[in-house]
């Protein structure tokens, strides 16, 4: 449709901790493919050199300053129990999120720019967005561990043209256990500043320490147009906690965590 995007994100995590990031998408442009590694990120101009076919990714990248070649192949997806937008999935949003997958097994073997990354049930995660633009102010966190994922996104959401408030969508799922600290279902932003998010939830809090990171230049959507620029670290050294009244249910350190603080 005219002047909207719609967006996929892959994450991989190989078996010797490298992170590789995968966007498709969809914009007035046509369609686009972006990745980020550790090093950099890149914008492929072939897109048909990454192909997903049902649970299988094949990889055959040959751009100037990133190569790729190999498969992945993904194991039973895990969606949320429930929407990730709730209520807020049938507001005329300019951004609406999805998640596909908060953790999932890969396995196959990437080579990327000469060096092999082995995947035996590793993990990996999906999710996706779609609408008109990006949120104007945002945060968005992932980390993803052996037996944790997180993920949260806080933004500035205009609302009929004259409603502006502060939105935030957080979910952990640990285990077998899903926790979810949401606008509507009442969980508040407590602190937001360059190194500590806290939130809450009734009796829940979380709580997340980082520096914040540089990152690398993505593209991103305003009026369906991928003109805007935003940046992205897929290597930031997290700290987090799940704290439920006086009790730590889970705590956990992450070297390998995603993060865009576009908050400035």
């Not at 997903?52 to 100037?64: H, L, M, R, Y």
């Not at 194991?75 to 999932?104: Q, W």
Request: proline share 3%; net charge positive.
């Amino acid at each position: 449709m005219k002047n909207r995007f719609y967006g996929k994100y892959y994450k991989f995590i190989s078996d010797d901790n490298y992170v590789l990031a995968v966007i498709i998408s969809h914009a007035n442009e046509g369609d686009m493919l972006q990745a980020i590694t550790p090093e950099g990120s890149y914008f492929i101009n072939d897109t048909n050199s990454i192909i997903v076919n049902n649970n299988i990714i094949t990889f055959n990248v040959d751009e100037p300053n990133l190569k790729i070649s190999g498969e992945l192949t993904l194991g039973e997806l895990a969606p949320l129990k429930t929407k990730v937008m709730g209520p807020f999935t049938y507001l005329p949003l300019e951004c609406k999120h999805d998640i596909y997958s908060m953790r999932h097994t890969i396995n196959g073997k990437l080579v990327i720019n000469g060096t092999t990354h082995l995947f035996t049930n590793s993990l990996g995660y999906i999710e996706g967005d779609k609408g008109k633009n990006f949120p104007k102010k945002y945060i968005w966190y992932n980390s993803v561990t052996s037996n944790t994922t997180v993920t949260f996104a806080i933004a500035t959401i205009p609302l009929f043209g004259f409603i502006k408030f502060k939105g935030l969508l957080c979910f952990i799922k640990h285990n077998d256990s899903e926790y979810k600290l949401c606008t509507y279902n009442f969980g508040k932003i407590v602190t937001i500043n360059d190194n500590l998010i806290v939130i809450k939830k009734g009796k829940y809090k979380f709580l997340l320490e980082f520096n914040k990171p540089d990152g690398h230049n993505l593209k991103a959507p305003i009026k369906g147009n991928m003109d805007r620029y935003i940046k992205e670290s897929i290597t930031t050294s997290t700290k987090y906690k799940l704290i439920y009244k006086n009790d730590i249910l889970l705590e956990a350190e992450d070297s390998i965590s995603s993060l865009e603080y576009m908050w400035d």
